[in-house]
């Protein structure tokens, strides 16, 4: 009997430490790595770097464009590569989604990059992946900080409409609005004050900011007179201005200046500098750069380790607009 008992007691004792392993390497599958291709595809970095430096140096705007994409991916179901899928007679995709369409680009870079990691590395390096590194290549390219990417994402074989329809904040949106939005994705509100200084790159259309240059008051006169130069009352709904009017295509922490000066793009850009809680943040990061870059990094490491619900199915896709 007592023989007995001890045998089931150390039965139990070896399922129990089973049963903690099978957690682990359960958990272990979702934990990304910076290391995580180094033995699979050893020359990953040095493709997507070369990559992104010609898409850069043939329209500096092709970094923050890649940026964008990187953010409209993760806040639907994850970095996943879901917003690469092309839409096909039956499959709605993101791409069409109102946030990204007519708007979002640069997915022949990703292409061109992704056939060269191909011919290196065949069916190894997931589209998510790719994207995440040729965000950080991007940044950097264009004189912003750089970091190491933690890998090993997996390319989901769907895509949600709706989520990327429901989850991505418009460029009317208020500071609560933008705080909730983040929130729910797990990031902060410093994190979400930080992560827009991605508007310090990258252009936007009339369309997203006539309604602020002709009719709201938080807004340096100049400036608006400046930007109603190319975006007309009436018509010009996709005529370009940069975000940023002092250094447009540098990724540098003028964002934060230009908020402290009326002079936010985007009515979203400004409620981050309105007299609200993001307010000390937003004056932090425009006299202190450093700052700035070590949030930015933090917060897209955190957004960039946003990953499907578990039992998505997922691959590593091979060609990044359509599932295998
Ligand atoms: C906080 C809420 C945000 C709103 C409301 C917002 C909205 C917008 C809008 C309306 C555009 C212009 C699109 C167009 O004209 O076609 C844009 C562009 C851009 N957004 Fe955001 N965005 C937000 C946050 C972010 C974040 C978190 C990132 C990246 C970390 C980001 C990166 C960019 C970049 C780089 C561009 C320029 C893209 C280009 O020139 O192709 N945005 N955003
Ligand atoms: C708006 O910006 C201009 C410079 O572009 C500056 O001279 C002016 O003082 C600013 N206006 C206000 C009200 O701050």
Redesign the pocket.
């Known amino acids: 009997m007592v023989a007995a008992r001890v045998v089931s007691g150390r039965a139990l004792v070896v399922a129990i430490a089973v049963v903690l392993a099978l957690l682990g390497s359960a958990a272990e599958a979702q934990q990304l790595s910076p290391n995580f291709y180094s033995r699979t595809c050893p020359s990953l970095a040095t493709i997507v770097r070369a990559g992104m430096a010609s898409a850069v140096q043939r329209e500096p ?8 994409l ?3 991916d993760c ?1 639907v179901n994850g970095c996943d590569g879901s917003i690469l899928l092309d839409d096909t007679p039956t499959f709605t995709g993101e791409k069409s989604a109102g ?1 990204n369409a ?5 997915f022949e870079v990703i292409d061109a990059i992704k056939a060269q990691v191909e011919a290196s590395c065949k069916a190894t390096v997931s589209c998510a992946d790719i994207l995440a590194l040729a ?1 950080r290549d991007g940044v950097n390219l264009l004189g912003g900080p750089t970091w190491s990417v933690p890998l090993g994402r997996k390319d989901s074989r769907t895509a949600s409409q709706s989520g990327a329809n429901s989850n ?6 208020s500071l609560a609005t ?1 705080i909730s ?2 929130g729910r994705q797990g990031l902060s509100a410093r994190d ?1 004050t930080a ?5 310090t ?5 009339c ?3 006539r309604n602020r240059i002709y009719n709201e008051r938080n807004i340096n006169a100049s400036f608006a007179a400046l930007r109603q130069q190319t975006c007309p009352l009436s018509g010009g709904d ?1 005529n ?1 201005a940069a ?1 940023d009017v002092q250094t447009a295509d540098a990724f540098d922490n003028a964002y934060y200046q230009n908020l402290v000066a009326q002079r936010g793009l ?1 009515h ?2 400004q409620e ?1 500098f309105n007299g609200g809680s993001q307010d000390s943040l937003v004056r932090q990061y425009s006299s202190n750069a450093a700052r700035f870059n070590a949030d ?1 990094v933090s ?2 490491v955190k ?1 960039g380790n946003l990953l499907p619900p578990s039992g998505t199915p997922t691959e590593v896709r091979l060609n990044c607009r359509k599932v295998n």
Do not use: E, K, Y
């Open positions: 705007r092709m970094g923050a464009s890649i940026l964008r990187f953010f409209h806040f946030p007519n708007s979002a680009r640069g965000t991505l904040p418009g460029p009317g949106s933008l939005m983040f979400m992560l827009s200084g991605a508007h790159i990258g252009r936007t259309q369309q997203f900011f996709s370009l975000f985007l979203s850009d981050l930015f917060a897209m957004m």
